[in-house]
């Protein structure tokens, strides 16, 4: 086959890599094309005219691995009318070695409700790639504070506005944003941040912090809740599994937004029909919000024929040839995602994210963004038949995303230092340990994770959320996968919920308050089990 839409899935699976940061890279290596080298996304907060160091490489390289202690400030933010005083503390907790002596310092900002309660819930948060630093979900999701986005989720500026989060989820749970190594201000010893880039070796780290973290603040009692975005939700159901068998914690809850829980259902063998069959309901809601649908009940509603059809009639068709499915399913599939018919049945039917989001708006001159669909920019290369210029949403947002995390640290948090801010690692990626080996090949996975953690504590709660528009970790994947995972005895089903918006979903406000409003349930529940009499069960 040569249709561009039908790659490799090795090639799609490195192209999908890079744009997992939750949010990371978003630009696709066309076929043959050779690796396009990237600058790492730092901010740089030496003053105008500072001389450079004079120093060796190695001595300069160290010192710029030297982070100011712990900075501890007070504030207050109003939540449902209410005023809410909170504690702040910007800071690293030292990871020993084997031998005792500090490997990595991790970077975490935590928020505590004032006055201290050491058996309130506390959610510890991550985004994804790897190589992201937790700002995403920390300034755009559920801090205190947030940065201003219109109510499609773009973010204005330059420069950036931040203003106090009245979606916070401090008023149900004390927060703690984790920055992995190598990513925001955490740095391994030495510059061997690459000790730590791997799925074994990130879910040992992480563990270690948390166990730290709990024991340092005295909170070994309180409920734990784990969030994570994109590789991030993959990271969180690890980790929870990791934390039951160390007999660190068993967590409470976790919140998985846009997560990708299965590399091999969403980047499969070449000739497996299942992951256009999960794309197809994604496309479709780009386009009816183009058609002015765009509120989450109309958009659930609208959607029930695009998600019928394509795990029925169109899975059938596709499965059947490439002939005989592209002329049964072509024009069905160009109805449903405003596709031209020509260019759906030039692909035989099937669609790729990276043929749509060059193709949806081609007459108007715009690309789409992989991160939510509904959003566009102009094509800077028009007669290029590839998508391969900067992303709509991520590349223009980076450096606002960076500037005003350090300022916010610096003048907020009173956490000051002319260290690099590594928001997004872009050398992570490419050097990350799957697991894969001669021995263990294939795609990683944590489903299976998933469900043990669920069967070694029932009492564990799931909440699976996914934005409609979201062309990355597709909405209908997880509905799949936790369709495939058979019930456990007294175990709470998981939730699955979608929202208007792409794969940062919570950027929409609407959206942020609608995924606080699905998660308060499983905290409430939460904190009346922790401070429940003994002998007694919570409602």
Same mark, same amino acid.
């Given at each position: 086959?040569?249709?561009?839409?039908?790659?490799?899935?090795?090639?799609?699976?490195?192209?999908?890599?890079?744009?997992?940061?939750?949010p990371a890279?978003?630009?696709?290596?066309p076929?043959?094309?050779?690796?396009?080298?990237?600058?790492?996304?730092i901010? !740089?907060?030496?003053?105008d005219?500072a001389?450079?160091?004079e120093a060796k490489?190695?001595?300069?390289?160290?010192?710029?691995r030297?982070?100011p202690?712990?900075?501890?400030?007070?504030?207050?933010?109003? =939540?449902?009318?209410?005023?809410?005083?909170?504690?702040?503390?910007?800071?690293?907790i030292p990871?020993p070695?084997? !031998?005792g002596?500090?490997?990595? !310092?991790?970077f975490?900002?935590?928020?505590t409700?004032?006055?201290l !309660?050491?058996?309130?819930?506390i959610?510890?948060?991550?985004n994804?790639?790897?190589?992201?630093?937790s700002?995403?979900l920390?300034?755009?999701?559920?801090?205190?504070?947030?940065?201003?986005?219109?109510?499609k989720?773009e973010?204005?500026g330059?420069?950036?506005?931040?203003?106090?989060?009245p979606?916070?989820?401090?008023?149900?749970?004390?927060?703690?944003?984790?920055d992995?190594?190598?990513t925001g201000?955490?740095?391994?010893?030495?510059?061997?941040?690459?000790k730590?880039?791997?799925?074994e070796q990130?879910?040992d780290?992480?563990?270690?912090?948390?166990?730290?973290?709990?024991?340092?603040?005295?909170?070994?009692?309180?409920?734990?809740?784990?969030?994570g975005?994109?590789?991030?939700g993959f990271r969180?159901?690890?980790?929870?599994?990791a934390?039951q068998?160390?007999?660190?914690?068993?967590?409470s809850g976790?919140?998985?937004?846009?997560?990708?829980?299965?590399?091999?259902l969403?980047?499969?063998?070449?000739?497996?029909?299942?992951?256009?069959?999960?794309?197809?309901?994604?496309?479709?809601?780009v386009?009816l919000?183009?058609?002015?649908?765009?509120?989450?009940?109309?958009l659930?509603?609208?959607l029930?024929e695009?998600?019928?059809?394509?795990?029925?009639?169109?899975?059938?068709?596709?499965?059947?040839?490439?002939e005989?499915?592209?002329?049964a399913a072509?024009d069905?599939?160009?109805?449903?995602?405003?596709?031209p018919?020509?260019?759906?049945e030039?692909?035989?039917?099937?669609?790729s994210?990276?043929l749509?989001?060059?193709?949806f708006d081609?007459?108007?001159?715009?690309?789409l963004s992989?991160?939510?669909g509904?959003i566009?920019?102009p094509?800077?290369?028009?007669?290029?038949?590839?998508?391969?210029?900067p992303?709509?949403?991520l590349?223009?947002?980076?450096?606002?995303?960076?500037a005003v995390?350090?300022?916010?640290?610096?003048?907020?948090?009173?956490?000051?230092?002319?260290?690099?801010?590594e928001?997004?690692n872009?050398? =992570?990626?490419?050097k990350w340990?799957?697991?894969t080996s001669?021995t263990?090949?294939?795609?990683?996975?944590v489903?299976?994770?998933?469900?043990?953690a669920?069967?070694?504590?029932?009492?564990l709660?799931?909440?699976?959320?996914?934005?409609?528009?979201?062309l990355?970790?597709p909405?209908?994947?997880?509905?799949?996968? =936790?369709?495939?995972?058979? =019930?456990?005895?007294?175990?709470?089903?998981?939730?699955?919920?979608?929202?208007?918006?792409?794969?940062?979903l919570?950027?929409?406000p609407?959206?942020?308050a609608?995924l606080?409003?699905?998660?308060?349930?499983?905290?409430?529940?939460?904190?009346k089990?922790?401070?429940?009499?003994?002998g007694?069960?919570?409602?």
């Amino acid at each position: 086959m040569t249709q561009t839409s039908l790659l490799p899935r090795w090639l799609q699976l490195a192209a999908a890599l890079a744009l997992l940061a939750g949010p990371a890279l978003a630009q696709d290596i066309p076929p043959g094309h050779p690796p396009v080298a990237d600058s790492a996304a730092i901010v !740089d907060t030496k003053p105008d005219g500072a001389k450079p160091a004079e120093a060796k490489p190695t001595e300069a390289k160290q010192a710029d691995r030297t982070l100011p202690a712990n900075a501890v400030t007070h504030h207050t933010v109003t =939540v449902d009318g209410q005023s809410l005083a909170y504690t702040a503390e910007a800071g690293t907790i030292p990871l020993p070695g084997s !031998d005792g002596k500090t490997e990595a !310092d991790i970077f975490y900002v935590a928020y505590t409700r004032d006055p201290l !309660d050491t058996k309130r819930p506390i959610t510890f948060v991550f985004n994804g790639g790897p190589g992201a630093a937790s700002a995403y979900l920390h300034l755009g999701g559920i801090g205190p504070r947030v940065i201003e986005a219109n109510d499609k989720g773009e973010i204005e500026g330059p420069p950036p506005g931040l203003v106090d989060n009245p979606s916070t989820w401090l008023d149900m749970t004390d927060l703690v944003f984790v920055d992995p190594v190598g990513t925001g201000y955490s740095r391994a010893q030495e510059g061997k941040d690459e000790k730590f880039w791997g799925v074994e070796q990130d879910t040992d780290a992480l563990a270690d912090f948390v166990r730290r973290y709990l024991i340092k603040f005295t909170r070994m009692l309180s409920p734990v809740f784990l969030m994570g975005e994109s590789y991030g939700g993959f990271r969180a159901a690890r980790l929870a599994r990791a934390l039951q068998k160390s007999g660190a914690n068993s967590p409470s809850g976790l919140v998985l937004i846009s997560p990708v829980l299965e590399f091999g259902l969403l980047y499969g063998e070449d000739y497996d029909p299942l992951s256009w069959a999960l794309d197809l309901p994604s496309l479709a809601a780009v386009n009816l919000e183009r058609k002015s649908i765009t509120e989450r009940a109309a958009l659930a509603e609208a959607l029930k024929e695009p998600e019928r059809y394509a795990m029925t009639e169109y899975l059938v068709a596709i499965a059947s040839g490439v002939e005989t499915g592209g002329k049964a399913a072509s024009d069905t599939v160009a109805r449903l995602t405003g596709l031209p018919l020509n260019v759906v049945e030039r692909q035989h039917a099937r669609i790729s994210s990276n043929l749509f989001i060059k193709e949806f708006d081609r007459a108007n001159g715009q690309v789409l963004s992989r991160y939510d669909g509904s959003i566009g920019a102009p094509d800077p290369n028009p007669a290029s038949h590839w998508a391969n210029g900067p992303d709509p949403v991520l590349d223009a947002t980076v450096p606002l995303w960076t500037a005003v995390f350090v300022d916010y640290a610096a003048t907020e948090l009173g956490y000051k230092t002319d260290a690099s801010y590594e928001l997004l690692n872009r050398k =992570v990626r490419s050097k990350w340990d799957f697991g894969t080996s001669a021995t263990r090949q294939g795609f990683a996975g944590v489903i299976d994770e998933l469900q043990e953690a669920r069967s070694a504590n029932p009492e564990l709660r799931v909440l699976i959320a996914s934005g409609y528009t979201d062309l990355i970790t597709p909405y209908l994947a997880s509905t799949y996968l =936790v369709g495939q995972l058979p =019930v456990l005895p007294r175990a709470e089903p998981i939730q699955i919920e979608n929202y208007a918006g792409g794969h940062m979903l919570y950027l929409r406000p609407d959206s942020r308050a609608a995924l606080k409003q699905d998660a308060k349930r499983m905290y409430d529940r939460a904190a009346k089990a922790a401070s429940w009499p003994a002998g007694e069960e919570p409602g």
